[in-house]
């Protein structure tokens, strides 16, 4: 129940109940690391107006309504990794892809009153209907994916180069025309494009929702200098940047040292366009933004092509010794999950 009183959950479930309340950024007092009050126009309004819908039609409690949603959007996006790597690496490796995104490091949150599990869901479907050449609805999820999040800007360039450079091929134009790639252009970018204007038209500066980001919550992409600076400090035992939390920050390090072997296997395995181009967008946008940086392995949920190669090679072993290993990640991250949530309190 810690989440339904703290950190990302509490302020989903303020505008599950309340609504927005767009007021005019209020400085505050100088001196602190923040400048502004903090506004729940910051928290996108999808995952909260499902919230609130399930709790009207099932008359299940808020908190009750936003773990249920959570739960589901999980599985449907387990289903949507399901999707994407078995078609290309075979059925097998689906069904471990889809595992592994259930026990790595920050999988706790997938349960969790958050929007992990929801824009996973919909990042997934979203790439695997470019895939197949499903344009319209590959431009409506995307187009869903920029109300539920702002880093639904990776999702939204990804889906919207590879319409494009369909268009402008000629083989892509043979098979799949040009309107269907030139509909998801033109509906990826709207739902982002449309919740930034509103909050920006309602406060009174078209620019308000990134000030309140950046002066509310100290969140901004500042080209990866705070991600250099934590590095530099975990490098040599210091604890001296922003936000900091030693064990989940030495996890966040791991992970960071991982990103480019499992880069280069993903790339190795040759996924398409769409894949290739959400997967370095979303992991530039992670390691080139001041953020909390324990947060890193929630953060790069979204990444989920890059358990393809993975994936692909734990398809080569044997039931009982997959059987051994998930059960093994599965208490680790049951563990993780319990301590930085639970114990530490990070959101």
Same mark, same amino acid.
């Given at each position: 129940?810690? %989440?339904?009183?703290?950190?990302?959950?509490?302020?989903? =479930?303020? *505008?599950?109940?309340?609504?927005?309340?767009?007021?005019?950024?209020?400085?505050?007092?100088?001196?602190s690391l923040f400048t502004v009050k903090q506004n729940s126009v910051a928290f996108f309004p999808l995952y909260p107006g499902l919230i609130r819908s399930v709790s009207e039609v099932t008359g299940l409690g808020l908190y009750g309504s936003a773990i249920l949603v959570s739960v589901l959007a999980s599985l449907v996006a387990a289903a949507g990794i399901y999707a994407v790597i078995s078609t290309l690496a075979g059925v097998r490796a689906g069904v471990i892809a889809a595992g592994l995104w259930a026990v790595v490091p920050g999988a706790g949150v997938e349960w969790a009153v958050y929007s992990e599990s929801l824009f996973v869901a919909i990042a997934a479907w979203t790439c695997y209907c470019v895939m197949k050449g499903r344009w319209v609805p590959a431009g409506l999820l995307a187009f869903l994916a920029g109300l539920s999040r702002p880093t639904s @800007? @990776?999702?939204?360039? !990804?889906?919207? =180069?590879?319409?494009?450079?369909?268009?402008?091929?000629? /083989?892509?134009?043979?098979?799949?025309? *040009?309107?269907?790639?030139?509909?998801?252009?033109?509906?990826?970018?709207?739902?982002?494009? #449309?919740?930034?204007?509103?909050?920006?038209?309602?406060?009174?500066? %078209?620019?308000?929702? &990134?000030?309140?980001?950046?002066?509310?919550? @100290?969140?901004? &992409? /500042?080209?990866?200098?705070? #991600?250099?600076?934590?590095?530099?400090?975990?490098?040599?035992?210091?604890?001296?940047?922003?936000?900091?939390?030693? +064990?989940?920050?030495?996890?966040? $390090?791991?992970? $960071?040292? !991982?990103?480019?072997?499992?880069?280069?296997?993903?790339?190795?395995?040759?996924?398409?366009?769409?894949? *290739?181009?959400? +997967?370095?967008?979303?992991?530039? +946008?992670?390691?080139?933004?001041?953020?909390? &940086?324990?947060?890193?392995?929630?953060?790069?949920?979204?990444? &989920?092509?890059?358990?393809? !190669?993975?994936? @692909?090679?734990?398809?080569?072993?044997?039931?009982?010794?997959? +059987? $051994?290993f998930f059960t093994s990640a599965a208490v680790a991250s049951g563990w993780y999950a319990h301590y930085v949530i639970f114990e530490l309190g990070i959101p």
């Open positions: 129940m810690g %989440l339904r009183s703290s950190w990302d959950g509490w302020w989903y =479930l303020q *505008v599950a109940q309340n609504g927005y309340d767009p007021k005019p950024l209020k400085p505050l007092p100088p001196g @800007a @990776a999702l939204i360039g !990804a889906v919207s =180069l590879a319409a494009l450079v369909t268009v402008l091929r000629r /083989d892509g134009r043979r098979e799949h025309g *040009v309107a269907g790639p030139v509909y998801a252009m033109i509906a990826a970018p709207l739902g982002l494009l #449309t919740y930034v204007l509103w909050v920006g038209l309602s406060m009174g500066d %078209l620019t308000a929702y &990134f000030t309140l980001q950046r002066e509310g919550w @100290a969140h901004y &992409f /500042d080209g990866g200098a705070y #991600t250099l600076d934590v590095l530099r400090n975990i490098a040599v035992g210091h604890i001296d940047y922003l936000f900091a939390f030693s +064990t989940p920050d030495l996890l966040g $390090v791991q992970l $960071v040292i !991982a990103l480019p072997f499992l880069i280069a296997l993903m790339l190795r395995r040759k996924p398409p366009l769409v894949l *290739v181009a959400y +997967t370095l967008a979303g992991i530039v +946008t992670v390691l080139g933004t001041q953020q909390m &940086f324990g947060n890193t392995s929630r953060y790069l949920l979204p990444a &989920f092509p890059l358990l393809l !190669a993975p994936a @692909a090679a734990l398809s080569r072993l044997k039931w009982p010794s997959l +059987t $051994v």
